[in-house]
């Protein structure tokens, strides 16, 4: 069974960083696409950034210059370092495992979220 677990969230104040981690277990990550999905309150589920199995990256146009995301297929764990964050980045962060090797998706497999606040 597939299990993703989030961790590194919390509150920082607005130009700060946060890592957040997922781990995986009951699949070795290796051959699969992994993203990074929030969700802000009242607002729809949105594409953060997404790592193929090669470790070719996309991000959202939001997001771009201040997170990145990597992979550690040794420790079966992706990892997304925010810098600068902002107000407009709080919300639930979500890891997703890919169906596949490439970063578009369809994801198949999610985290519990991890909360990401920012405060101004």
């Known amino acids: 069974q597939v299990r993703l677990v989030e961790s590194g969230g919390g509150l920082v104040q607005a130009g700060g960083s946060l890592r957040l981690s997922c781990a995986a277990s009951?699949?070795?990550?290796?051959?699969?696409?992994m993203g990074w999905f929030r969700q802000a309150p009242g607002k729809q589920r949105e594409v953060v950034a997404r790592?193929?199995?090669?470790?070719?990256?996309t991000y959202a146009d939001a997001v771009k210059g201040r997170f990145a995301v990597s992979r550690d297929n040794a420790e079966n764990t992706v990892y997304l370092q925010m810098n600068s964050l902002k107000p407009e980045d709080t919300a639930v962060y979500y890891c997703?495992?890919?169906?596949?090797?490439?970063?578009?998706?369809?994801?198949?497999?999610w985290g519990q979220g991890t909360q990401v606040t920012v405060s101004s």
């Open positions: 790592i193929s199995s090669g470790g070719s990256t």
């Open positions: 009951g699949r070795t990550i290796s051959a699969y696409a």
């Open positions: 997703a495992l890919g169906r596949g090797s490439g970063w578009f998706g369809p994801y198949d497999y």
